[in-house]
């Protein structure tokens, strides 16, 4: 069975960072690109970033380029997004996705003084 585990969301204040993991199973990741997407209260969800198969070319999303960085360790089945600089309008559930066929429960990301 397909399985997407995000974690390593949690509460910060604005200029603090995260690193957030995609646990991945049950499908071939190693051929696959991923992304990680977010969704504010209210608001659609919207692109963050994306890293293809064998990691060696990344996309981001104008909001966050700079700030964050997108990884993978095919060994592990394991995505990556580290966060740095975070602002409040960072703050948002943010859910790993193979393309948009699968996806994972989402990691509750909070940026607040």
Known sequence: ??????????????GGS???SC???GFPFST????????AP???REFVARITSAGGVKYYADSVRGRFTIS??????????Q??????????????????????QGTQVTVSS
């Open 1 to 14: 069975q397909v399985q997407l585990v995000e974690s390593g969301g949690g509460l910060v204040q604005p």
């Open 18 to 20: 995260l690193r957030l």
């Open 23 to 25: 646990a991945a199973s």
């Open 32 to 39: 696959y690109s991923m992304c990680w997407y977010r969704q």
């Open 42 to 44: 209210g608001k659609e």
């Open 72 to 81: 993978r360790d095919n060994t592990k089945n394991t995505m990556y997004l």
């Open 83 to 104: 966060m740095n600089s975070l602002k409040p309008e960072d703050t948002a559930v943010y859910y790993c996705t193979d393309g948009g066929t699968r996806w994972g």
